[in-house]
C-alpha cells in the first residue's frame, strides 16, 4: 500500500521560507515520476514542481527562481525547498507520485490532474502579507 505523508507547511510572512517534505513507503521502481500540486482556496489543483526517475526536474512559471525540488531516494523523502514566498503561494500542497512520466508531466500542466496514481493528504502554506 503506497503512502505519502507530506509535513512542513506552516504560517509565514511574505518574503519568508518553508520546506516542504513528503516520506514515501510501498513506492516501487515503476515509479516514474513524484511531484508537488497546490489547491488555493477556490482554484483547482495545480502543477509546482516534479522530478523523474533521473532527477530532471520542471517547474511551474510561477515559482521559477524560488521553488526547488529535490529528493533524498535512501530516506524515501521529497521535498520542496519554498524562498521568497508570497500570498500567492497559499494553499495546501500536495505530494504526489505516478507511474507515468507522462501523466506526470501533463498533470503539471493542468491535463488531466485527477488521474495521478497516488496522492498524500496535503499540508497547508499560509503566506500574509
Known amino acids: 500500500q503506497v503512502q505519502l505523508v507530506e509535513s512542513g507547511g506552516g504560517s509565514v510572512q511574505a518574503g519568508g521560507s518553508l520546506r516542504l517534505s513528503c516520506v514515501a513507503s510501498g513506492l516501487t521502481s515503476r515509479t516514474e515520476c513524484m511531484g508537488w500540486f497546490r489547491q488555493g482556496p477556490g482554484k483547482e489543483r495545480e502543477g509546482v514542481a516534479s522530478?523523474?526517475?533521473?532527477?530532471?526536474?520542471s517547474y511551474a512559471d510561477s515559482v521559477k527562481g524560488r521553488f526547488t525540488i529535490s529528493q533524498d531516494k535512501a530516506k524515501s523523502t521529497l521535498y520542496l525547498q519554498m524562498n521568497s514566498l508570497n500570498p500567492d503561494d497559499t494553499a495546501m500542497y500536495y505530494c504526489a507520485a505516478d507511474r507515468s512520466l507522462y501523466r506526470c508531466m501533463t498533470a503539471m500542466e493542468g491535463i488531466g490532474v485527477g488521474d495521478i496514481d497516488f496522492w498524500g493528504q496535503g499540508t497547508q502554506v499560509t503566506v500574509s502579507s
Open positions: 522530478i523523474d526517475s533521473d532527477g530532471t526536474t
